[in-house]
């Protein structure tokens, strides 16, 4: 009785449920996880699929690119003027002398002013005094040379480049101004010589053209600019020596010449020579500073006119690839820490101080003051 009670009600009840659960094992987990063909490749995974959300054959692959380096589009370039590392003619071993002053402490003439340059694309100046041990000197009224151990001056400095085209790196012949340059080449230095193209290209990849010379020729200056266009410059400096010693104000042959730079395709003109800040002019959209005055100058144990000036340039790179200064700064300083005696240490005028208000005026061309007048006389191609 009980047997057959279990074979006609129980019996089938187990049988449906067992049917039930292998049908569930069989079959739910293929409705519910798709896998892709080739587990062994990259981008194969296996994929959940949810019932509530679109369902794609494949898995989204997320492309991860190398980042983009972008490109340097402001540069900062700093600009000094007269750097003289030699003591003038008659003071050598006085306790006034530039080696006497600086001695083996190259950090030195830098040490008030050097953070305005060490976090700029390019810091540029006229360098005027030979580097070099030769004692073949030219028959001049003054010459200038100094241990060319003495480049570190400049390095310590965090100066870039340098014009060599001026009245004085021939000051101990040809000798002399390959000892020079070569120095300024173990320190790290670049250098441009007398009517000559150089291009300095900056970490930024700006490349920088500079034309130099020593009391040119008009058609030497454009000669020079054209052959740096050709050579492919981003921004073109015509670096001139030229005018009158101690005069606040260019000559005729300054400005004819700054004009034609400009018109050659230079961006800006750097002048230097006359020892005293002149003014500035905008020609045609850029820039002439006639003057730069000295820096660090060896050549007067204590200047009369100790005013001189830091200038920075803002370059902007355009969509188109041109260059253009798009913000110009002048820091007005002494070339002097003293002011009854010249210690090679230019240091930074206060803003409110009648020395900060001084060379503005010069710059501006608005100074008063007489030229300073030159005992002695020079031949400008020495």
Not at 188 to 193: E, N, Q
Request: aromatic share 10%.
């Amino acid at each position: 009785m009980g047997k057959d009670i279990f074979k006609r009600k129980v019996l089938p009840v187990v049988l449906i449920i067992l049917a039930i659960v292998c049908s569930l094992l069989s079959g739910s987990f293929n409705a519910g996880e798709v896998e892709t063909s080739n587990p062994q490749d990259d981008v194969s995974q296996s994929v959940s699929v949810s019932p509530d959300l679109p369902v794609s054959n494949s898995p989204e692959i997320i492309d991860d690119p190398s980042p983009e380096v972008e490109t340097q589009k402001t540069f900062l370039i700093s600009m000094i003027g007269d750097c003289t590392l030699a003591t003038v003619p008659g003071y050598e071993g006085s306790e006034y002398a530039y080696e006497t002053i600086v001695n083996s402490d190259f950090s030195y003439p830098f040490a008030k002013t050097r953070q305005y340059f060490e976090n700029d694309d390019l810091t540029f100046a006229n360098f005027e005094s030979c580097l070099t041990t030769s004692t073949d000197a030219v028959a001049k009224t003054f010459i200038f040379k100094t241990d060319p151990s003495y480049a570190e001056v400049m390095k310590e400095g965090s100066v870039e480049l340098v014009t060599l085209a001026n009245n004085h790196i021939n000051d101990f012949g040809e000798q002399g101004a390959e000892d020079t340059k070569e120095a300024l080449l173990d320190a790290g230095v670049a250098s441009v010589g007398r009517n000559e193209c150089l291009i300095y290209e900056t970490a930024g990849g700006l490349k920088i053209g500079v034309y130099a010379a020593s009391f040119g020729e008009t058609s030497q200056i454009q000669s020079g600019i054209k052959q740096l266009q050709d050579d492919g410059a981003d921004f073109i400096i015509a670096a001139l020596h030229w005018g009158d010693e101690g005069s606040y104000t260019p000559n005729q042959t300054q400005i004819s010449q700054g004009h034609a730079a400009i018109d050659a395709g230079a961006d800006f003109v750097y002048g230097s020579h006359p020892h005293t800040l002149q003014p500035y002019e905008e020609y045609n959209g850029h820039y002439i500073y006639y003057s730069m005055g000295n820096w660090t100058f060896g050549g007067n144990t204590n200047p009369r006119d100790k005013d001189t000036f830091i200038l920075q340039l803002t370059l902007e790179r355009l969509e188109d690839g041109s260059v253009i200064v798009s913000e110009r700064t002048h820091i007005p300083c002494a070339s002097s820490g003293e002011t009854s005696y010249n210690n090679y240490q230019p240091v930074p005028y206060e803003e409110d101080s009648e020395g900060y208000a001084r060379v503005l005026s010069k710059l501006e061309g608005t100074f008063s003051g007489e030229n300073l007048s030159i005992g002695y006389g020079y031949t400008v191609n020495e």
